[in-house]
T-cell receptor
Framework: DTEVTQTPKHLVMGMTNKKSLKCEQH?????MYWYKQKAKKPPELMFV???????INESVPSRFSPECPNSSLLNLHLHALQPEDSALYLCASSQAAGLGRGSFGQGTRLTVV | GQQVMQIPQYQHVQEGEDFTTYCNSSTTLSNIQWYKQRPGGHPVFLIQLVKSGEVKKQKRLTFQFGEAKKNSSLHITATQTTDVGTYFC???????????FGAGTQVVVTP
């Protein structure tokens, strides 16, 4: 069982929709991450939050908007996505940025139609 | 920029055989982590190596970190069907803690 919880597990959205992915952890981790994973590829880092502040944005298009409301929660707001954005979106956390093992959530499998 | 290369990308193993997957970095790493992802699943942390020349064992899995901290390997002995999945190495430099994932080794086990 994962200690990082992601909802929803599956999401189908149209290109004009707005949706949000949610992630929660209660391990006291101070770094939280969003990754995108395409089939048969490694996870690609999108964003890093350290102590609730955005510390890394890997040149992600603005149609992806992260938000960290508190130390336990991480959201990814989606708007005007493209079919090529369909992927598994993984949330992860670690003790601190650059420190400790990464704990991954089960992911949200996103399909953009 | 930092790159982590991982080989082989695909490994077909007979049950009971051994195999090894290798990672090489273009730059010195502060640490390297290994993850396993089952088909349809999410990456699960296996181990972290920090020290030069470090060797760690977990039952049938042996992890090594090179002396120069630029390469690492995962060796699995007596492969079982439960070992099926993709094994990723992920290296971290001293700079800002970004994990750079290798391409992964997809392991298929034949009974």
């Amino acid at each position: 069982d994962t200690e990082v919880t992601q909802t929803p597990k599956h999401l189908v959205m149209g290109m004009t929709n707005k949706k949000s992915l949610k992630c929660e952890q209660h391990m006291g981790h101070r770094a939280m991450y969003w990754y995108k994973q395409k089939a048969k590829k490694p996870p690609e880092l999108m964003f890093v939050y350290s102590y609730e502040k955005l510390s890394i944005n890997e040149s992600v298009p603005s149609r992806f908007s992260p938000e960290c409301p508190n130390s336990s929660l991480l959201n990814l707001h989606l708007h005007a996505l493209q079919p090529e954005d369909s992927a598994l979106y993984l949330c992860a956390s670690s003790q601190a940025a650059g420190l400790g093992r990464g704990s991954f959530g089960q992911g949200t499998r996103l399909t953009v139609v | 920029g930092q790159q982590v290369m991982q080989i082989p990308q695909y490994q077909h193993v007979q049950e009971g055989e051994d195999f090894t997957t290798y990672c090489n970095s273009s730059t010195t790493l502060s640490n390297i982590q290994w993850y396993k992802q089952r088909p349809g699943g999410h990456p699960v942390f296996l181990i972290q190596l920090v020290k030069s020349g470090e060797v760690k064992k977990q039952k049938r899995l042996t992890f090594q970190f090179g002396e120069a901290k630029k390469n690492s390997s995962l060796h699995i002995t007596a492969t079982q069907t439960t070992d099926v999945g993709t094994y990723f190495c992920a290296g971290r430099t001293d700079s800002w803690g970004k994990l750079q994932f290798g391409a992964g080794t997809q392991v298929v086990v034949t009974p």
